[in-house]
């Protein structure tokens, strides 16, 4: 072969090779901006699903503060006997159950709103513990009073919790 015919066909195949290299190249990008694109969408997609769904964790467990605070919770749940014993288990018992039924509420909501709705649960349990255990409590009634009183001059748990739960939520929103 000869040379100017060589020539010629580089001058041919350079060109095309060139603008073939750029359009896959073109291409290549364009299906990663695509494919981007679709990921965004079905993301933004399912965020708008798991919000309500969320929403309605964050209410469960708002109710559930609401249920076990205890200004609330001794006026609903009156005493089953005299037995102080008997009625600090029945109060716990009640706050566990309460519990137990919103335990899958957890994987919609972030792990320290989690750990502080359950530090609630387990401070409004050791409140009625340690007011049992005092010696100026000798029955139900007592208490029961005891608590309500002593919740008069501080805060119950949950309050801080539902508080947390609040400005999580005015986050998400």
Known sequence: MDIPKIIELLSYTIPAIVTGVVAYSF??????????????????????????????????MTLFLERINLNKLLIRVGPISPNKN???????????QEFEHNLTQQIY??????????????ATIQIIRKTAMSSQVDSAAKLREVILNDLLEKQSPSNAALAYIKNEVAEIL
Not at 28 to 48: A, I
Not at 86 to 96: A, R, S
Not at 111 to 120: P, V
Request: proline letters at 2%; one cysteine or more; hydrophobic letters at 30%.
């Open 109 to 122: 909501m972030t792990d320290e709103c989690w750990t502080i709705i359950t530090t609630a649960k387990n």
């Open 27 to 60: 291409f290549q990008l364009q299906v990663k901006n695509e494919n981007k694109k679709s990921r965004m969408l079905l993301l933004d997609k399912t965020k708008d699903q798991g919000l309500p769904i969320r929403l309605q964790a964050y209410e469960r």
């Open 86 to 96: 008997d009625y600090e288990n029945y109060i716990i018992d009640h706050i566990e």
